[in-house]
């Protein structure tokens, strides 16, 4: 059983700093895919940002380009958003996502429970 813990969102002022922690348990974490999405009210749940197996490639979106970082820390089996110069349309519950294994004939994504970020304005 795949487990995600998410942690680190609260609330911050326009321009501030964040860092989400994402704790996967279960199984083996650099067979995963990893990913942040984020889903404010009366939006869709979006790709954040995605990082493969090892680090080596990453996805970002365009409204957070040059703002986020997404990496992973495969020996602690955690993987980590950091969010500088923040504005309040980031503001949204952000979900850790495991998408694996690798090499599997099923791929199957796994969710965390959220974590709410508030940027005041």
């Known amino acids: 059983q795949v487990q995600l813990v998410e942690s680190g969102g609260g609330l911050v002022q326009v321009g501030g700093s964040l860092r989400l922690s994402c704790v996967v348990s279960g199984d083996t974490f650099s067979n995963y895919v990893m990913g942040w999405y984020r889903q404010a009210p009366g939006k869709e749940r979006d790709a954040v940002a995605t990082?493969?197996?090892?680090?080596?490639?990453?996805y970002y979106s365009d409204s957070v380009k040059g703002r986020f970082t997404i990496s992973r820390d495969n020996a602690r089996s955690t993987a980590y958003l950091q969010m500088n110069i923040l504005k309040p349309e980031d503001t949204a519950i952000y979900y850790c996502?495991?998408?694996?294994?690798?090499?599997?004939?099923?791929?199957?994504?796994?969710w965390g429970q959220g974590t709410q970020v508030t940027v005041s304005s």
């Open positions: 990082i493969d197996w090892s680090g080596g490639s990453t």
């Open positions: 996502n495991a998408g694996g294994p690798r090499g599997a004939l099923m791929i199957s994504n796994y």
